[in-house]
């Protein structure tokens, strides 16, 4: 086991700071915008940074990295057939002072690279799974009972780092139901990884999957980026994420 992970040292900075000056444009595997972060893959491990862009226009990401790490602690308790990654280093990097996150790799591929290969009735099985996840993590609820809508950790600043129509659906003041649970904010064939080297059930070939917390695409078998917070869940949208 790597002796550096979760470990606030110095010599723990300094050795993700070597990892971080390995990710460069060929390890690259989701290139972001000016101000947000690249997303690279080396060996087992998936880094988030934004060292490639200014510094000027980075994006603060303290607070959804926290959150993160609390939510796929939360989802752990409930998801214990769900392979959720590891968290192994967050935090700022000495060398450029930039914010960064190292999870670990999740085996397979994204459910929508795998959908086209996938027999209709694959496809309704893997609808029926995310359907069960969903509702497990529904069944988590605020400790709170005068919780409002929020990630498991607050960000003063999520609503000035988001989509509006996302604020307004997410955290709008005029939402009232009091149905409070935790809940996934980006759940689709994207997030969803499949191993394609297990199986469930021979008969069909169903391939496990894991959800992707992130956005790298932000859990059957696991999930990815964790946008994770309490707020209300609708069991019909996968049928609209997943089509037949």
Same mark, same amino acid.
């Given at each position: 086991?790597?002796?550096?992970? $979760?470990?606030?040292?110095?010599?723990? &900075?300094?050795?993700?700071?070597?990892?971080?000056?390995?990710?460069?444009?060929?390890?690259?595997?989701?290139?972001?915008?000016?101000?947000?972060?690249?997303?690279?893959?080396?060996? +087992?491990?998936?880094?988030?940074?934004?060292?490639?862009?200014?510094?000027?226009?980075? %994006?603060?990401?303290?607070?959804?990295?926290?959150? !993160?790490?609390?939510?796929?602690?939360?989802?752990?308790? *409930?998801?214990?057939?769900?392979?959720?990654?590891?968290?192994?280093?967050?935090?700022? %990097?000495?060398?450029?002072?930039?914010?960064?996150?190292?999870? !670990?790799?999740?085996?397979? *591929?994204?459910?929508?690279?795998?959908?086209?290969?996938?027999?209709?009735?694959?496809? !309704? +099985?893997?609808?029926?799974?995310?359907?069960?996840?969903?509702?497990?993590?529904?069944?988590?609820?605020? $400790?709170?009972?005068?919780? %409002?809508?929020?990630? *498991?950790?607050?960000?003063?600043?999520?609503?000035?780092?988001?989509?509006?129509?996302?604020?307004?659906?997410?955290?709008?003041?005029?939402? $009232?139901?009091?149905?409070?649970?935790?809940?996934?904010?980006?759940?689709?064939?994207?997030?969803?990884?499949?191993?394609?080297?297990?199986?469930?059930? +021979?008969?069909?070939?169903?391939?496990?999957?894991?959800?992707?917390?992130?956005?790298?695409?932000?859990?059957? *078998?696991?999930?990815? +980026?964790?946008?994770?917070?309490?707020?209300?869940?609708?069991?019909?949208?996968?049928?609209?994420? &997943?089509?037949?």
């Amino acid at each position: 086991m790597n002796p550096y992970i $979760t470990d606030p040292s110095s010599d723990s &900075l300094e050795y993700w700071a070597s990892v971080v000056d390995l990710c460069n444009e060929a390890a690259t595997i989701y290139p972001a915008g000016e101000g947000d972060r690249d997303v690279f893959s080396l060996g +087992s491990i998936i880094i988030k940074s934004s060292h490639l862009h200014t510094r000027e226009s980075e %994006i603060h990401y303290l607070y959804a990295d926290a959150n !993160e790490v609390e939510a796929i602690a939360i989802a752990k308790n *409930v998801l214990k057939d769900v392979k959720v990654p590891d968290i192994y280093f967050n935090g700022k %990097i000495l060398i450029n002072g930039r914010q960064v996150l190292v999870q !670990e790799m999740l085996p397979g *591929v994204a459910l929508a690279v795998a959908w086209p290969y996938l027999s209709q009735t694959q496809k !309704e +099985s893997f609808k029926q799974q995310a359907r069960a996840i969903l509702r497990q993590l529904h069944s988590i609820k605020p $400790t709170d009972r005068g919780q %409002i809508r929020c990630h *498991v950790v607050p960000d003063p600043g999520t609503l000035t780092r988001i989509h509006p129509l996302e604020g307004d659906i997410l955290f709008s003041d005029s939402n $009232t139901d009091p149905d409070m649970s935790f809940m996934h904010n980006d759940f689709n064939i994207f997030n969803i990884i499949v191993d394609m080297t297990k199986s469930w059930d +021979s008969s069909i070939g169903k391939w496990l999957a894991s959800l992707v917390g992130t956005q790298l695409g932000k859990f059957i *078998v696991g999930l990815d +980026s964790m946008t994770l917070h309490f707020g209300k869940i609708s069991m019909s949208t996968m049928s609209v994420i &997943l089509e037949g």
